[in-house]
């Protein structure tokens, strides 16, 4: 007879626990901040394509956690993302968050909510070598945050400090490349980027440090369940090495601001032709900070994507 | 009993019959196609060949790169039109080959 349904992914011959694979096609996003847009690393970016015309969708959600010995400073953000692939070496990414802040002092608590700075960037593939169950890909991105969430909210205190404004109130540019090397087996993705803050200026005072960040990420193909159809579980472990400038008040760098952090995400991701569910956590494992700065405790991510 | 043993023959030869003539018109299509690796990357290029009128079912084999059409007969394929097809998703598309009939892959 006829073969099955249509959609049906069939890995011949692979049998679960010693195949591989690596994981569609999406988009993580990107940047600094390390918020995704398209997919295989959860934590940055991937090179694998968004095809002509074609759509992936993205909402994740992030905690975020830093402290010193008399702050503590905690994050609640959702980050809605969408690509579009004009061909299928251009996509086009727009990541829109939304954050709760809440700074913890000896004095109370200072809280601001809101929808945070939107960002733009386009990915180019400038380099592939396709091979059956492979592919070697570089792709730069270029793109910029605007300034579209709010940064003169304020408590009973006066104006909330910066860390804690749902936005910049400045453009930032950011640019980058990202690698990929993926198999029916398993994946790597590496990223280099580096983000200018307040390159329009400061806002209210202040200029934040401009950022360089190392990335990379290894997917290895745990399992194929079968009792939800075609699907794949990844095991996967990713580490982040980021540099950030002192900031600037008033033209002054802050002493106790900037620093370098590197950090390792242990991570599962659920596979499906048409949706991946995704979660990992990122634990500081080395962090070189300037003076008093706020030092990462853990952040926690949580997404789905939809390829359309 | 010999009525009945007419009745088994003539139910039994039109099944044949009819299932042989169903078969009549499919061609099984066994696509070639670099670089994919993920589940996504397999479900962008089977919503496109699914969307081409004629195909009824496609599967698709990773591992070997291999992406299995059954279609009815009147659905042609042509080298230069696959080409675009894969490279507009970000692959390479590499050969096709067919076979009459979507019964053995």
Redesign the interface.
Known sequence: ??????????????APFY?T??????LSGALPSGDSAQ??AITFNTA???????Q?ARVQYIYDKASSPNLERTANNALGVLAYGV???LALFGILPYANKQLQTPAGTREASGFGDARFFARY?LF?Q??????LRFAPFVGVEAPTGKHDEHDDDGLLPPSLQPGSGAWDVFGGIVATY???RW?NDTQISYRANNVSGAVNGFEAGNVYRADTSLQYRLAQPEFQG???LFGVLEANLIYQDRNEKLGIRDPNSGGTTLMLAPGLQY????W?AETAVQIPVAQNLNGTALEKDVTVRASVRI?F | MRKSMKIILSTATSLVLSSTLALAG?V?YDI?V???????????S??VL?GIDG????????????I?V?ADDKVTFTDAQLEKMF??????Y?SITSHEG??A?
């Open positions: 007879m006829t073969l099955s349904a249509s959609h049906t992914l069939r890995l011949l011959n692979a195949s694979l690596l994981l569609g096609a999406l997919a295989a694998l394509p968004v095809g002509r015309n074609h992936i061909t299928s070496r593939t592939q396709n091979a059956p169950g492979k592919t993926a198999t029916t994946q075609p699907a794949f596979a499906t032709l048409r991946i390829n | 499919e099984t070639r670099d670089g994919m690796t993920c589940p996504f990357c397999v479900a962008t089977e919503k699914t195909v009824m079912s496609v599967s698709t084999d990773l591992d070997k790169g291999q299995t059954c490279l507009d998703r970000g692959f390479t590499r979507c019964g892959t």
